[in-house]
Nanobody
């Protein structure tokens, strides 16, 4: 079992920045950030391979968001710059870990991940 605890959400004006954190209680293979706006599907925002740090981004956030991992602290980060109102959503940390986390699914695929955090709200006002 891996527990994930997000922090760092909040409210910010358009063009502002926020940094999300996610502390993991155990080893993981891949970690990611997803988001879900009201009435919309949960979508992958960014992912990172724990082993080599390879990262992946959704087109909508590439160049504005940066995912990173402090391996020693088992903490995942998402630096969000140039925020837009359309970035408003609940942001979730996800991890692929243990036998259930061994799969060949795409890094931004929701089905790849078998552990999820409770979410942290990000609100961007215009």
């Amino acid at each position: 079992q891996v527990q994930l605890q997000e922090s760092g959400g909040g409210s910010v004006q358009s063009g502002g920045s926020l940094k999300l954190s996610c502390a993991a209680s155990g080893d993981t293979r891949c970690m990611a950030w997803f988001r879900q706006a009201p009435g919309k599907e949960r979508e992958g925002v960014a992912a990172i391979r724990t082993g080599d740090g390879g990262s992946y981004y959704a087109d909508s956030v590439r160049g504005r968001f940066t995912i990173s991992l402090d391996f020693a602290k088992r903490t995942l980060y998402l630096q969000m710059n140039s925020l837009k109102p359309e970035d408003t959503a609940m942001y979730y940390c996800a991890a692929a870990a243990g036998p259930g986390g061994v799969n060949g699914l795409a890094p931004l695929s929701r089905q790849k991940y078998n552990y999820w955090g409770q979410g942290t709200q990000v609100t961007v006002s215009s």
